[in-house]
């Protein structure tokens, strides 16, 4: 039963052949027994969960459920829920009851989702190995001398290990790719706006989006048709009809014309990771689909130009930690000033403190022109870069990742080439454009990730185009070992 | 690009931030590192591209200057370190 895909779930709590309240406690069973060795969990909400499970089980009985009603699932821990701790990963928020639901959680909640607990997850979502958490460090379930990538390591670490079949993560540069091509699952990064963001814990305004992690397209599609949608609280928010994401699946992908950047398989690609990239092309050429060779030029400048705009808008948005209002506090302040420096010293970790320095850099008098201004100019490159493609072709496919999971440890003392290991993934934020990443086969018995890379609220294509090569191929069903 | 002890300094104090002497020689390594990075930005002419501050050029959505939501003041303020009579406690300010 822990194996299933929420759709298979689906199916079964209708047929009555267990309920929710089994299911919530298998799982919950099961989170139990592994999160001391994984450490995805920060939270597990045991006595909501099941209460939330008694409910859905009236629901289903009375013949009013929807299509999640009774489905456990897991949270990162950037979505506010109310009256729940909600950490983000960080000592600032160890202390921090929620005292609102976010847009989207509510969205679960009202389907009748069940919530199991609150994902493990970098802090304030700023890394891409889930070391930087102030909880500590998650385990890859393939191999648990590595990372599950991040920043929604916990979620991907969750699902992976079948603790919960399926979860909520967020992507700033990559954050939900970059784990689910390193845990072998199906992740979805939305266009900017398509999910609301009201209630999630802002890094990157501009840049952060909320998407599901799965073990299937099907299943994320299921989970887009919760999320999606406009929500006046959130000022970015798009006002666009939602598309039943589920509808269009089993459409054919004959003729569908994929762009190959030629910038996304050079220099500092694993060859490993190449020819599994290379067998998941040949199969949708094998499933009718027509490839091209395509140029990004600006790809290169990417990482640069994120690591401007990002811990910009990092260092405004935390600046709302003072100390005051919520929050860790240090004991003993002398006055105002040694209140807020050392709430925020003690508070933050060293990843989020860099990111915070870097952005008041940058933003600070005398610097703004020559790097906040030049970033948004090169983004807007970045972004016609896509533009032109996408002229071309429907989709652009690659690696997600230049490597598989690396070792825990291997990269946490070097920001630099932490940073560099989301080079196929940022610029995609950098544009706003939607993406996934889709288990394409293994290196030496770790996963790698295809990423598929679609034009602007191309969602229902990008999920189908998933679904035909899920069809195909059964690299998204790999359990790992321990796991099964 | 490279930055000393002076602008860490001058910039955990902007930023708001208390660090240790011991471990501004990291963040002088470290910075320098990361802006060493944003430095490739430079080498691209971008004299006629238009800033993108948005991914999708929205503009700021208005509505009506309505109330939409009820005082939460208790609520909120159960999540403060220190507060009295509905008002939030720091350290004096004023003499």
């Known amino acids: 039963m822990h194996t299933k895909t929420i759709s298979q779930l689906s199916a079964v709590l209708r047929s009555g052949e267990v309920s929710s309240v089994e299911l919530t406690s298998l799982f919950l069973d099961r989170i139990k027994q592994h999160n001391l060795a994984l450490n995805c969990f920060i939270s597990i909400t045991e006595a909501q969960a099941l209460e939330a499970a008694a409910a859905a089980d009236q629901r289903l009985k009375a013949g009013n459920a929807a299509p999640l009603t009774g489905v456990p699932i897991a949270h990162k821990d950037i979505f506010c829920t109310e009256g729940v701790k909600t950490t983000c990963g960080s000592k600032m928020l160890d202390n921090f009851i929620a005292p609102y639901e976010s847009t989207c959680t509510a969205k679960f909640r009202d389907a009748g989702a069940v919530m199991l607990g609150k994902t493990n997850m970098d802090e304030f979502a700023m890394g891409s190995s889930n070391e930087t958490s102030y909880f500590g460090a998650v385990k890859n379930p393939w191999d648990q001398g590595r990372v599950p990538g991040g920043s929604s390591g916990g979620s991907v670490s969750a699902v992976a290990a079948r603790l919960a079949p399926a979860a909520t993560g967020t992507d700033t540069g990559g954050s939900i790719r970059q784990p689910a091509a390193l845990c072998g699952l199906t992740g979805l990064k939305p266009t900017y706006g398509r999910v609301s963001r009201f209630g999630m814990i802002a890094f990157a305004s501009s840049l952060d989006q909320a998407g ?9 599609a299921l989970m887009m048709n919760v999320m999606a949608g406009f929500d006046e609280r959130d000022s970015t928010s798009v006002a666009r009809e939602v598309p039943d994401y589920s509808a269009n699946l089993e459409n054919g992908i004959e003729g569908l014309k994929i762009g190959l950047p030629k910038e996304y398989f050079g220099e500092g690609l694993d060859g490993n990771i190449a020819r599994v990239i290379d067998a998941a092309i040949k199969e949708y050429e094998a499933l009718g689909a027509v490839v091209k060779e395509i140029s990004l030029p600006n790809t290169g400048l990417a990482v640069p130009t994120y690591y401007v705009v990002a811990p910009a808008e990092c260092s405004t948005n ?5 100390g005051v209002r919520f929050g860790h506090r240090c004991d003993d302040p002398q006055d105002l000033f040694d209140l807020y420096t050392r709430s925020r010293g003690e508070g933050f970790g060293l990843e989020v403190k860099r990111r915070i320095m870097i952005g008041t850099y940058v933003l600070s008098a005398g610097y703004y022109d020559a790097y906040y201004l030049k970033a948004q100019k090169i983004r807007r490159l970045i972004s016609d870069d896509f533009r032109a493609a996408f002229e071309k072709v429907d989709v652009i496919m690659g690696p997600t990742t230049p490597s598989t ?18 080079i196929y993934t940022i610029a995609v934020n950098m544009a706003g454009l939607p993406a996934a990443s889709i288990p394409a086969g293994f290196v030496d018995g770790l996963p790698v990730g295809l990423q598929v890379i679609g034009n602007y609220f191309d969602e229902s294509r990008l999920l189908n185009v998933a679904h035909k090569y899920q069809q195909a191929t059964d690299w998204h069903l ?6 099964q | 690009m490279s930055v000393d002890r002076s602008d860490i300094t001058k910039v955990a104090r902007l930023a708001r931030l208390k660090i240790d002497e011991a471990d501004v020689p990291q963040y ?38 309505e109330v939409s939501d009820t005082n939460q003041r208790d609520k909120f303020q159960a999540l403060a370190p220190q507060v009295e009579s509905g008002l939030y406690l720091v350290p004096k300010v004023i003499e």
């Open chain 1, 212 to 220: 599901p992690v799965t073990y299937s397209a099907e299943d994320a």
């Open chain 2, 28 to 65: 002088v390594d470290n910075l320098s590192n990361i802006l060493g990075l944003v430095e490739q930005m430079s080498a691209v002419n971008t004299d006629d591209v238009v800033p993108m501050a948005h991914p999708l050029d929205a503009a700021q959505r208005l509505r009506a200057d």
């Open chain 1, 318 to 322: 935390l600046s709302r930690f003072d």
């Open chain 1, 478 to 483: 790999q359990v790992p070992k321990e796991f």
């Open chain 1, 405 to 422: 999971a690396f070792k825990l440890g291997e990269k946490a003392d070097d920001p630099v080439t932490m940073y560099l290991s989301d």
